[in-house]
């Protein structure tokens, strides 16, 4: 146990619609990261926050948006749904921003867009 | 930008053979290298890293090193068991954009 925590861990949904997926970071925490897995494309960073400020910033689409809260755990909306954004996606956080920070993976939340 | 390559799977492999799992990077900059390994149905975990030149990570009987003139983070194991079935992902990451960059992952399949 990473002490990550997602939720849901399944979502089904349609296309067009939008939905929001939530993270809460081990205790001590300060950094969250969202990655997006799948077959054709990998494992694809999308975003980074540190103590609720973006830090970096991937290949997310603009349909898609995040933010961390002052408790510290995050949500990810993913917006006008297409088949294509079906997918796992990876919550991770870390102590801070160091490039050799460890990153602590949640189980993740498995999206079906139909 | 940052980049990982490694070598396509899956491995396949008898218990207690020798493994190696090729990975090589660009960067710009001076980077950070990880190698995470992904039970199924679970999320990545760390297995080791190192973060500078000639450092040698090592952890679970795998172990890597940081080889600047090559720019590679080969991983092996003398020994691997069936319970290192898994995907190992190889990882960078640089101080100039701070955006983590992973490997497509190599499936390793170790049979009794």
């Known amino acids: 146990d990473s002490g990550v925590t997602q939720t849901p861990k399944h979502l089904i949904t349609a296309t067009g619609q939008r939905v929001t997926l939530r993270c809460s970071p081990r205790?001590?925490?300060?950094?969250v990261y969202w990655y997006q897995q799948s077959l054709d494309q990998g494992l694809q960073f999308l975003i980074q926050y540190y103590n609720g400020e973006e830090r970096a910033k991937g290949n997310i689409l603009e349909r898609f948006s995040a933010q961390q809260f002052p408790d510290l755990h995050s949500e990810l909306n993913l917006s006008s749904l297409e088949l294509g954004d079906s997918a796992l996606y990876f919550c991770?956080?870390?102590?801070?921003?160091?490039?050799?920070?460890?990153?602590?993976f949640g189980p993740g939340t498995r999206l079906t867009v139909l | 930008g940052d980049s990982v390559t490694q070598m396509e799977g899956p491995v396949t492999l008898s218990e207690e053979a020798c493994l190696t799992i090729n990975c090589t990077y660009t960067a710009t900059g001076y980077p950070s290298l990880f190698w995470y390994v992904q039970y199924p149905g679970e999320g990545l975990q760390l297995l080791l890293k190192a973060t500078k030149a000639d450092d040698k990570g090592s952890n679970k009987g795998f172990e890597a090193t940081y080889r600047k003139e090559t720019t590679s983070f080969h991983l092996e194991k003398g020994s691997v068991q069936v319970s290192d079935s898994a995907v190992y992902f190889c990882?960078?990451?640089?101080?100039?954009?701070?955006?983590?960059?992973f490997g497509r992952g190599t499936s390793l399949i170790v049979h009794p």
């Open positions: 991770a956080s870390s102590a801070g921003t160091s490039i050799t920070d460890t990153q602590y």
């Open positions: 990882a960078l990451r640089t101080g100039g954009s701070y955006i983590p960059t």
């Open positions: 205790s001590g925490d300060l950094s």
